[in-house]
């Protein structure tokens, strides 16, 4: 048997957006925890949005605000998972050529 201590167990989910047209850097487009956090990622999903799990970066951009920009202190972390998934889409479209 397992006991968990909801308060520190509770997953989070921090969906951000970037558009240069908007702003300067990426920016907090969704933001929740335990069914919330759920229903952000499941949409996610959905929508053909890359899910990445660092659970370091969510605790860090969870106390933003929505349309708020991330920090720069964030911004090569940030850049890292990007980059990544840049990379996952690059080598897709190459598969399917």
Request: charged share 35%; proline share 2%.
């Given at each position: 048997?397992?006991t ?7 997953k989070?989910a ?63 972390a940030?850049?890292?998972?990007i ?15």
């Amino acid at each position: 048997m397992k006991t968990l201590d909801k308060k520190k167990d509770k997953k989070m989910a921090v969906a951000l957006q970037y558009d240069s047209d908007i702003k300067d850097a990426p920016f907090v487009v969704a933001k929740g925890k335990g069914i919330i956090a759920d229903n952000i990622i499941e949409e996610g999903i959905k929508e053909g949005i890359k899910i990445i799990e660092d659970k370091n970066l969510v605790h860090s951009l969870i106390n933003l605000e929505i349309t708020q920009e991330i920090p720069e202190e964030l911004y090569a972390a940030v850049a890292q998972i990007i980059s990544f998934i840049y990379g996952l889409d690059n080598e897709r479209e190459k598969y399917y050529e």
